[in-house]
């Protein structure tokens, strides 16, 4: 049975690009056009990764970290954050210290640099 990873972004484009990367790779893909809705779906489908875009409309991708863990306190994915925005090491810091984000990637995204990512934590998928 394929993992689940729920993939979030304002961008068709990007989501589009990245979903068809990671179903390639034998995900089953969920995918989040607004933060509001990848926390309602990180709440119902519990996927194994969540990839969230920093900056998305009604929620930030941290925003959806801090509502998910105070909604599900025993859930804990691996989450990566894409960002277009965030681009410092004090960003990257902050996001793995006070957010617990297992990967920190900047935009433009590379699906090679994607799936690498997805494979230090997942090697054997």
Do not use: C, N, Q
Request: no cysteine.
């Amino acid at each position: 049975m394929p993992l689940k990873v729920l993939l979030a972004d304002d961008s068709r484009v990007f989501r589009a690009l990245m979903a068809e990367v990671l179903r390639d790779d034998r995900w089953d893909v969920i995918e989040a056009k607004t933060g509001k809705e990848a926390l309602d779906k990180a709440i119902a489908d519990r996927p194994e990764l969540l990839i969230l875009d920093g900056l998305m409309p009604l929620l930030s991708g941290f925003d959806v970290l801090t509502k998910l863990k105070e909604a599900a306190p025993g859930y804990s994915p691996v989450v990566f954050i894409v960002t277009a925005v965030y681009k410092s090491r004090r960003w990257e810091s902050e996001a793995r210290h006070d957010y617990h984000v297992h990967e920190y990637l900047e935009k433009p995204l590379e699906p090679e640099d994607l799936l690498a990512a997805v494979h230090r934590h997942y090697p054997k998928h």
